[in-house]
């Protein structure tokens, strides 16, 4: 009879999906665009048409949010986290960049009337 409790090297290797998870991903996989691709797609869409309409402040503000908003989802499936190594470099002190999005789409905004009901979270515009 074998000795129970926890033997090294046995079980599914870190990083190895279960049956299910890897039929879903060949399934999804087969049937063309993949959520991430969709997403990426999506962001492309709203850069482009913040590039398209410059120079109405208000409405290239509401597409490149919405870009910066699915960017944002999809940079964790694209970008790896960067994880710091016990190495050399274990006593400096890790620096983290944080770059916070204020304000996001104003409250009943859409492209046809970018500015919505409430607008009051973006600063006043510059003067020229």
């Given at each position: ?7 090294p090297g046995a079980g ?21 665009s993949t959520p991430l691709d969709v997403m ?89």
């Open positions: 009879m074998a000795n129970g409790g926890k033997r599914r290797k870190k990083g190895v999906p279960n049956k299910a998870t890897a039929a879903r991903e060949r399934a999804v996989a087969a049937s063309g990426i797609k999506a962001m492309r869409n709203f850069e482009a048409l913040a590039n398209e309409c410059v120079s109405n402040k208000k409405r290239f503000e509401y597409y490149l949010r919405a870009a910066v908003a699915v960017a944002k989802d999809a940079a964790v499936y694209v970008h790896p986290r960067v994880v710091p190594t016990g190495g050399a470099d274990a006593g400096v002190t890790e620096v983290v960049h944080r770059v916070e999005v204020t304000g996001g789409l104003p409250i009943g905004s859409n492209p046809e009337r970018p500015e919505g009901s409430e607008y009051s979270d973006v600063p006043p515009e510059e003067a020229r």
